[in-house]
């Protein structure tokens, strides 16, 4: 076992809550290693020191139902109205850099979005070619003869025509 492990088991090892298996482990490699030897000598005059020390004093009784009225009488629940609440509401409880984290994060999605659809790298707007309009369908070109996606399209392109109802 190595020593990064015997270390996380050292605590553990002191108390005698390690399973048999894992206690074996360490008390073996604690013959061979005089570093953590000493570290289960501190893990242990620490314990000595705590159990030397002073009593807790006891706590009064209902000490934390007088706790919880005295913070509830301090501080009532205000519950918005079903009506005065806004989608954005979220934001107004955040800190100034957190909104301006916000804004920005929002703002390069914005100028990503832009990228992807060639918009801001062609300036052609969502014109594609002569003629050729970008209605979102040309994610899904090319597509396999018979898939989804080419039944779509064929649907989606195709003229309405009045007898065309399902």
């Known amino acids: 076992m190595r020593c990064r492990k015997v270390l996380s088991y050292l605590n553990a090892y002191a108390?005698?809550?390690?399973?048999?298996?894992?206690?074996?482990?360490?008390?073996?490699?604690?013959?061979?290693c005089e570093t953590c030897r000493r570290r289960l000598e501190e893990i242990r005059s620490l314990e000595i020191l705590f159990q030397n020390s002073h009593p807790v004093p006891p706590v009064p009784d209902r000490l934390?139902?007088?706790?919880?009225?005295e913070a509830r009488r301090r501080q009532p629940v205000v519950v918005p109205k079903r009506s005065e609440w806004t989608p954005l509401?979220?934001?107004?409880?955040?800190?100034v850099p957190m909104r301006i984290a916000v804004c920005a994060t929002v703002f390069f999605a914005f100028l990503t979005g832009l990228s992807f659809d060639g918009v801001w790298m062609t300036g052609q707007g969502m014109r594609s070619g002569p003629g050729k309009n970008l209605s979102?369908?040309?994610?899904?070109?090319?597509?396999?003869?018979?898939?989804?996606?080419?039944?779509?399209?064929?649907?989606?392109?195709?003229?309405?025509?009045e007898g065309n109802t399902p």
Request: hydrophobic letters at 40%; aromatic letters at 8%.
């Open 89 to 95: 509401q979220w934001i107004a409880g955040l800190s």
């Open 64 to 69: 934390a139902a007088r706790i919880m009225a």
């Open 136 to 161: 979102g369908l040309e994610w899904f070109e090319p597509t396999p003869p018979g898939s989804i996606g080419s039944v779509y399209i064929a649907m989606a392109t195709q003229p309405y025509q």
């Open 15 to 32: 108390d005698g809550e390690l399973p048999e298996k894992q206690r074996l482990s360490v008390k073996d490699h604690l013959r061979a």
